[in-house]
């Protein structure tokens, strides 16, 4: 059963509890047409380019840096890299709110451009129920991950590596699949803090 004070809750899941925990939007922030989401909370917008990602699934309100957008696609442009317009939105979106964290000597020293550390302090400023990992450097052998961060229980440990390993069994089974299926759906749909 879960506990919250030494009360007992009406509820499975500690998330929106974590949310609320780290809503540290002012009032204006609060407000119609401010922030519309803790820094923990779900997603709130997808990042493929796929045609069957319609621009309708993404019908929740989201904030974007403006400056960064302009940023991002000027640099794109300058260094003549292929523009990826979901990523960008999804980078320049991490800037609507302050930085929770920024070590001296990342700022002060000279970047090293394929480290991602600097980033993922960025993105680890807004944690998302579902969140993409970039590898830990541009030279590393580990890959692009995704990580899946809720869940609408408390699991066993047990039941916590089944659930780990179905979601390892399903990506595989999707990326093999040879006809094309569709799993996107509203974002809204998941949206639940």
């Known amino acids: ?38 820094r923990y909370g779900p997603v709130s917008l997808y990042l493929s380019e796929d045609k069957r990602n319609l621009k309708s699934n993404t019908d929740v309100k989201k904030r974007i840096n403006r400056w960064a957008r302009r ?66 450097s541009l030279d590393s052998s580990v890959g692009w991950r995704v990580e899946f961060r809720t869940l609408d229980v408390q699991l066993t440990p047990n039941q916590c590596f089944l659930f780990s390993h179905s979601i390892q069994l399903l990506a595989r089974m999707i990326s093999s699949l040879q006809e094309d299926v569709n799993f996107y759906i509203p974002i809204s749909m998941v949206d639940h803090c």
Do not use: Y
């Not at 000027?74 to 800037?95: G, N």
């Not at 451009?113 to 129920?129: C, G, H, P, Y």
């Open 1 to 38: 059963m879960p506990f919250m004070k030494g009360k007992l809750l009406d509820t499975d899941t500690r998330w929106e509890f974590l949310c609320q925990a780290v809503d540290d939007r002012t009032p204006k922030e609060r407000a119609p047409g401010g922030l519309p989401k803790s």
């Open 71 to 136: 940023f991002l696609f000027k640099k794109a442009k300058e260094m003549d890299v292929p523009l990826d317009k979901k990523m960008i939105e999804h980078v320049s979106s991490l800037f609507v709110r302050d930085n929770l964290c920024v070590f001296k000597n990342w700022v002060e020293d000279e970047p090293n451009l394929k480290d991602t550390k600097l980033f993922e302090a960025i993105q680890s400023s807004n944690w998302n129920d579902v969140r993409f990992k970039p590898p830990p």
